[in-house]
C-alpha cells in the first residue's frame, strides 16, 4: 500500500499562515451539539485499513482503527494496542506486549489472536491469500504467533530494521472480513453510515481505552464538489473543519468564526513522468523539463510562498535522512533545458498531456503554471482535468497517462517515502527503474547501524535525482480552518483528521 498525497498514497495539500484569533468568538456551552461536520472533497472509497490506498480514505479510517503503534500530530511513533516492542538483534524478530481492556466496536475484547489474525491478514498470510500482501510493506513477515507468555512474536523472512512504524495498520477482530461495508476496529469513533456523494458518519465509541476520549458524539466527513464548494459550506456554517486551503481561500473566511491552522505537511508534490512514455523515457528530456521549471514561481501561484522548495523525492521534513547537497540541482536553467531538448532531437518541442485531478486547486494551479512555463523549451502541456476515482483508475492503478501532477504521502519513515521507487512496487506508478536502486532499498532494511542507513538513503536520492526521473516542486504547508466553536484540533504532518481530542469551546 502507498499513500498519495500516502504511503504510496496521495492527495492535495496546501497551506498558509497559522492565524489564532479566538477575539470575538461565539461560544456554545459543551454538551451542546456536541457534533463537527469535517469537509472533504475525495470521495470515500475502501475502508478496508489492509486494502485502503487512497490518502483521502485514511484520513477517515484513522478515526475507526488503530495499530499496535500510532504516530501523534508531532510526528512522534507511540505504542497503541502495543505497550510495547522487543526486536532481536538482528531485526528479524519483533515481539509485542499487547494492551489489555481494550474492546472493538462489537463489544469483544481484544486478544492477542486478533492481533496474529490481522497480521496475517496484512501479510498475505491468510489462507486462500496465496502469500499476497495486502500490506506490502509487511511481505517480509514470514509468520505471527502468540507466545506462551501472551505476546505476539512476529518473525519476518530477513531482518528488516525499517518496519515498526508499518505496525500502524489497524487491527481487526479474528476472522472479519466485513471491513467495507462495516468496518469495526478499536479507535474513538464508530463507523455508523456512508452515503455516497454526501458524507460519511462516525458516532463515539463509548467504551474506549482511552478513558475521557473521544468529547464529540458524532463526526460527519461531509463530501464536497470541490474547494470552493466548501468554502461556500464553511461560509454559511455547514462545515466546521476544512482541511487542504489554499493560502488565498483561508483568508477569505471571517477570523471572529474560524481559527486558521497550519503546519508543515511531509508531502511531496510532483509533477510526475511516466518513463515508460515517449519522449519522456529519454534522460535528455526529463532533465530539459527538470532545469525549464521554476519552482519558486509555482510555489508563489500556488501557495503565496507558504511551501519548502523540492529538488528530490523526499522532504526536508525528514531529518538528516534528506540530502541538502542536492538542493539547486534543477535550479531554473531555459539555456540547458533547450540544449539537451534539441540533443534528444526535440528542438521544436512535442505536444504532451497532463490529467490532473479536478478536485484538488492546488494541483490544477501547478499544472496551469507549468504549462505556461515548459511552453519556453517548446512543450505544448495540454491540461486534462479528471474526477479522483478516474485518476487513481487511470493514472495511479492503471498507468495510463503521460504526466500528472499530484502530492505524495509517507509516514514519518523515510524507507516509506522511497519504497515506492523499486522497480516492482505497485506504488511506482511513473515506471522508474534503476537496477542500483533496487539493490539499495534492498541493503537498507539490513543495514542496522543508522549512519550507514541515512548515507543509503542519500545514494537513493541521488541517483533519483540524477535520473530526473520525475519534477519535485514543493512540500506544502497544510492549512486548516477550524470553527471557533471547536477547540483540541491539530493539523497532522501526514493525511489524517484525528477527531478524538475535538471538543466543543468551553465559556
Known amino acids: 500500500m502507498h499513500r498519495f498525497i500516502t504511503r504510496a498514497v496521495l492527495a492535495a495539500t496546501v497551506a498558509g499562515l497559522m492565524i489564532s484569533n479566538l477575539a470575538g468568538c461565539t461560544k456554545k456551552p459543551a454538551g451542546s451539539n456536541s457534533n463537527a461536520v469535517v469537509g472533504i472533497t475525495q470521495e470515500p472509497g475502501i475502508f478496508d485499513p489492509h486494502t485502503v490506498v487512497a490518502a483521502g480514505d485514511e484520513e477517515i479510517i484513522f478515526n475507526i482503527y488503530e495499530g499496535l503503534y500510532k504516530f501523534d500530530y508531532e510526528g512522534n511513533l507511540n505504542p497503541c494496542l502495543a505497550t510495547d516492542v522487543e526486536i532481536s538483534d538482528d531485526a528479524s524478530v519483533y515481539t509485542f506486549t499487547i494492551r489489555e481492556g481494550v474492546k472493538f466496536h462489537d463489544g469483544s475484547s481484544l486478544d492477542p489472536i486478533d492481533v496474529v489474525y490481522s497480521l496475517k491478514r496484512a501479510a498475505g498470510l491468510i489462507e486462500g491469500q496465496d502469500g499476497v500482501a495486502l500490506v506490502q510493506e509487511l511481505d517480509p513477515i514470514k509468520d505471527v504467533e502468540v507466545t506462551s507468555d501472551g505476546r505476539v512474536q512476529v518473525t519476518l523472512e530477513y531482518g528488516n530494521s525499517e518496519l515498526l512504524s508499518y505496525f500502524t495498520t489497524g487491527i481487526i477482530p479474528e476472522g472479519y472480513d466485513n471491513c467495507q461495508k462495516a468496518p ?15 458524507s460519511v458518519i462516525l458516532v463515539k465509541n463509548d467504551n474506549y481505552w482511552q478513558k475521557g476520549l473521544p468529547y464529540l458524539d458524532k463526526v460527519t466527513f461531509k463530501v464536497c464538489a470541490d474547494m470552493d464548494a466548501g468554502i461556500t459550506e464553511l461560509a454559511n456554517g455547514s462545515i466546521d473543519i476544512f482541511p487542504y486551503l489554499t493560502p488565498d481561500r483561508s483568508n477569505q473566511l471571517d477570523p471572529a468564526k474560524y481559527n486558521i491552522l497550519s503546519n508543515g505537511s511531509n508531502m511531496v508534490q510532483i509533477f510526475a513522468l511516466n518513463n515508460d512514455v515517449k519522449p519522456l523515457n529519454d534522460l535528455r528530456v526529463r532533465q530539459a523539463i527538470n532545469y525549464a521549471v521554476n519552482r519558486k514561481d509555482i510555489i508563489s501561484v500556488t501557495m503565496d510562498g507558504e511551501s519548502a522548495e523540492l529538488t528530490t523525492a523526499m522532504s526536508p521534513a525528514m531529518g538528516s535522512y534528506y540530502d541538502t547537497s542536492l538542493d539547486g540541482t534543477f535550479d531554473q536553467d531555459l539555456e540547458k533545458a533547450r540544449s539537451l531538448m534539441a540533443d534528444a532531437g526535440y528542438a521544436n518541442g512535442f505536444d504532451i498531456t497532463c490529467t490532473v485531478p479536478s478536485s484538488y486547486l492546488i494541483h490544477v494551479n501547478t499544472a496551469v503554471e507549468l504549462a505556461s512555463e515548459l511552453k519556453a523549451i517548446g512543450i505544448n502541456l ?4 479528471v474526477d479522483w476515482a478516474t485518476w487513481l483508475d487511470v493514472v495511479y492503478k492503471g498507468r495510463q497517462y503521460e504526466t500528472t501532477v499530484i502530492a505524495l504521502t509517507s509516514d514519518y519513515a523515510p524507507y516509506d517515502v522511497l519504497e515506492r521507487y523499486q522497480s516492482t512496487s505497485d ?14 532499498m534492498q541493503e537498507i532494511p539490513t543495514t542496522s547501524e543508522v549512519a550507514k542507513r541515512k548515507e543509503l538513503y542519500h545514494q537513493v536520492l541521488g541517483i533519483l535525482t540524477a535520473d530526473a526521473c520525475s519534477v519535485y516542486i514543493q512540500d506544502p504547508n497544510t492549512i486548516t480552518a477550524v470553527s471557533t466553536r471547536l477547540e483540541g484540533y491539530h493539523v497532522y504532518p501526514m493525511y489524517v483528521q484525528d477527531m478524538s481530542q475535538v471538543k466543543l469551546v468551553s465559556n
Open 382 to 385: 495540454e491540461i486534462k482535468q
Open 184 to 198: 469495526v476496529g478499536t479507535g474513538p469513533f464508530k463507523f455508523d453510515s456512508y452515503i455516497p456523494g454526501q
Open 427 to 440: 506504488g511506482n506508478f511513473i515506471n522508474y527503474s534503476n537496477a542500483e536502486v533496487d539493490r539499495l
